[in-house]
């Protein structure tokens, strides 16, 4: 049935998210008009020569013609925690009014001269709003001309009428295809000639390709240490040369970018499997070998959760959280592990428990305004009932989960669902509530109060346990083309 729909494609014609500003990536309402000036030694004198502003990261950037190339500019600089965007010179008549007040040798002139330039920062903890033409952000996750699309492998259909055509309930079959969401307005089913189907896998990109591991297969009443891979756009997906250790399903999966060579490494975490129950084992993936080799192993054994590989901090450190799950009690803890160069952990330490113990959860890393953190979506929880609460681990406001007073409830609530990001803005997809579902929900930080909108633009397949993967541009399929 789903070879015939190869290159279908969904398109729904919608009003534009409220808080874009027009063409810009970076959404309008991150961006704060004035200035940061941390360690400004203003004002600025005539006939004197100002010091080295110390908060400036090198010398302002001149030739800048878009907010979008500053934030690229920033995104490139790992100095760089926020950028000033200075567009067009302020003329005398109007300085009274909307005057800057960064002063800095290394700005390499005042302040109302900069035009098209681009002033990277280190901290911004003065800010000063008297300049409406500074346009000031915080450095994103990621770099908005670069953020990558998600792809949506195997899982379960769910057919409410299964008594009346008399036939399964669920199908594993049916949701054998990948499907590529492109945006909050657009999806696409990609080529899945080959792909097994299973659910509860779990899956990365590495190496150039995609890889797609475990999971359970109905059709043959056992669980799977299998991985496929699809390693370039369009191909027929295969088995790789070796699978996993240790069978499981509803594990949870990591990319983890190595400092000390620049390539990366997938961790496959958890999970469960008939013989051994919940599993706390973790394997790791060398995609030059192509091989599994195990790694240190979980705080406590469990299944159904989720998993984050979060931003450096400040000062460099890197960690892998894992959050929530399942071991016959719902949990709320949440453990990680300090990454090192070579993309390896050794220890993980317990950290603030989420306010509500959950499975099937989703979560990614996400930045609301100048916020940035982990966000955890939905899930099942202990009385009987799917969640449509959030939390958010924010990452500068101390080892805590916000919850209900400051985030929205989902439109719909859901569990075994997916999480990604649309236009740098989070947004949740699919699962499972009184049937497998194929809406998508947008989190629209730029309205008060913030609320989660469902799009109009459905998922080709309703699907729930489904394995999500995260893809540069690069590897999309054409469908994705606009």
């Known amino acids: 049935m789903w070879i015939q729909r190869i290159g279908l494609c969904f398109t729904a014609i919608v009003t534009v998210i409220p808080g ?18 941390d360690q400004n030694k203003g004002p600025l004198l005539k006939g004197v020569k100002p010091q080295i502003n110390q908060n400036i990261v090198g010398e302002s950037i001149g030739d800048i013609t878009s907010l ?23 003329f005398q008549e109007k300085r009274n009014q909307s005057d800057c007040q960064l002063v800095g040798f290394n700005l390499r002139q005042a302040c109302f001269n900069l035009e098209n330039t681009c002033v990277l920062l280190k ?46 309930q669920y199908s594993e079959t049916d949701a054998a295809i990948s499907e590529l969401i492109i945006n909050s307005t657009r999806t696409c089913e990609l080529k899945s000639i080959g792909l097994k189907p299973r659910y509860g896998s779990a899956a990365g990109f590495i190496n150039g390709k995609m890889i797609n591991c475990g999971g359970y297969s109905n059709n043959e009443s056992s669980y799977l240490a299998m991985c496929q891979h699809q390693t370039a756009k369009d191909q027929d997906w295969a088995n790789t040369a070796s699978p996993l250790n240790v069978k499981r399903a509803f ?22 499997n008939s013989d051994d129950g919940f599993l706390d084992s973790v394997e790791k993936y060398d995609a030059t070998a192509d091989t599994w080799s195990v790694a240190t192993p979980m705080a406590e054994p469990k299944s159904h959760f989720c998993s984050v590989m979060a931003a450096p901090t400040v000062d460099g450190k890197r960690f892998v959280y894992t959050i929530g799950g399942w071991n016959i009690d719902y949990l709320n803890t949440v ?21 509500v113990a959950r499975s099937d959860h989703a979560c990614a890393e996400v930045q609301m305004g100048w916020d940035q953190g982990i966000m955890v979506a939905g899930g099942y929880r202990k009385d009987g009932a799917w969640l449509s609460s959030i939390e958010f ?40 509530n009184n049937g497998s579902m194929n809406s998508i929900e947008l989190l629209n930080d730029c309205k008060t109060p913030k ?5 109009a633009t459905q998922l080709v397949e309703r699907r729930e346990r489904f394995a999500t993967v995260r893809i540069p541009k690069s590897f999309a399929a054409d469908c994705s083309m606009p």
């Open 20 to 37: 874009l500003w027009g063409s810009t990536l970076y959404p309008k309402c991150w961006i704060k008009d004035g200035e940061c000036l």
């Open 68 to 90: 979008d190339d500053c934030v690229s500019k920033c995104v490139e600089n790992p100095d760089c925690r926020y950028f000033t965007y200075y567009a067009k010179p302020i």
């Open 123 to 168: 901290n911004c903890q003065i800010f000063n709003s008297t300049c409406a033409s500074c346009k000031t952000g915080i450095r994103p996750l990621v770099d908005p001309k670069e953020e990558k699309l998600t792809v949506i492998l195997n899982g379960l259909t769910d057919d409410r009428n299964f008594k009346a055509t008399e036939t399964p």
């Open 251 to 272: 594990a949870a999966s990591v990319i983890v970018p190595k400092t000390d060579d620049q390539t990366e490494v997938l961790y496959l975490m958890g999970g469960y």
């Open 335 to 355: 453990h990680r592990m300090s990454i090192g160069p070579d993309g390896t952990g050794t220890t993980w330490t317990p950290v603030s428990g989420l306010k």
């Open 393 to 432: 681990y924010i990452y500068d406001k101390g080892d805590e989960w916000q919850l209900i007073d400051f985030l929205p409830y989902l439109v719909n609530g859901r569990h075994n669902h997916g999480f990604t990001t649309l236009s740098m803005k989070p947004a949740i997809f699919g699962g499972w």
């Open 451 to 455: 609320t989660w909108e469902e799009q």
